[in-house]
């Protein structure tokens, strides 16, 4: 197992009240990019927000390539059981695959209070993705990523992510999103769905299909017309962590 970079540490922020949201990073990443929001949440409403390091990321392209989505599932798993057993009100939360995690979890696990997604990858723009990423990785482990001015901003900013496309752990998370898309109408508890208009990777009606799936169990669509994929570190960030914020207060007056 490779050493954690510096930046991609896992962070716990404890709050003073009995809520607590289990904050999920995405595919590539880690909780450096999420951490801005966690961290305006937990100022506004004194939750406590756990930002967990999935496997297989903040080390090497290589180590992640290892990794199938199970695997980070079980984590996911474990950080809610054990939170479960100190807080009265657990959340769970993510952006892009951190976001499918949270569905996921929302699905097969009792007792949670509520799901929050930013940018779950359900369509991409360009739909063939996942079949040349399928393709592509029987010939080459990695896959260059795009928008490397936008990448440098961003890790100017403190984001740790990798800046190639690990192609078999990508399959591994395309698997996941098939499954998040036909189980996602079992969802027995409140839902809210944030998705950036600006999005360069996701497509915005993966938000729709969200909701739509989820809305007879009080779910909350928000559009976010000023953000990109990496919505928790751009320029609504606050309005994100308040929207999380505003969700988790009405969760807890029941």
Known sequence: MSDIQPQAEPFFLTGSSQQVILFLHGFTASPSEIRPVAEKLHKINNCSVSGILLPGHGTTPDQLNTVRWPEWYE??????????????????????????????????????????????????????????????????????????????????????????????AFHSLNHLRKVVMKEVPELKIPALILQSLLDESVHPRSGDFLYEKTRGQGAKLIMLPQSRHIATMGAQQELIAREIANFMEVRGRI
């Open 75 to 168: 984590t996911v798993e474990d950080e809610l059981k054990s939170l479960k057993t100190r807080y009265q009100q657990v959340f769970v939360g993510g952006l892009s695959m951190g976001g499918l995690l949270s569905m996921h979890a929302g699905v097969n696990m009792a007792d949670l209070a509520g799901v929050v997604t930013i940018n779950a990858p359900i369509y991409y723009h360009y739909g063939v993705i996942p079949l040349l990423s399928d393709l592509t990785g029987m010939m080459t482990p990695f896959y260059p990523k795009k928008g490397l001015q936008q990448i440098k901003e961003l890790e100017d900013q403190g984001r740790f992510a990798y800046r190639v496309m690990p192609l078999k």
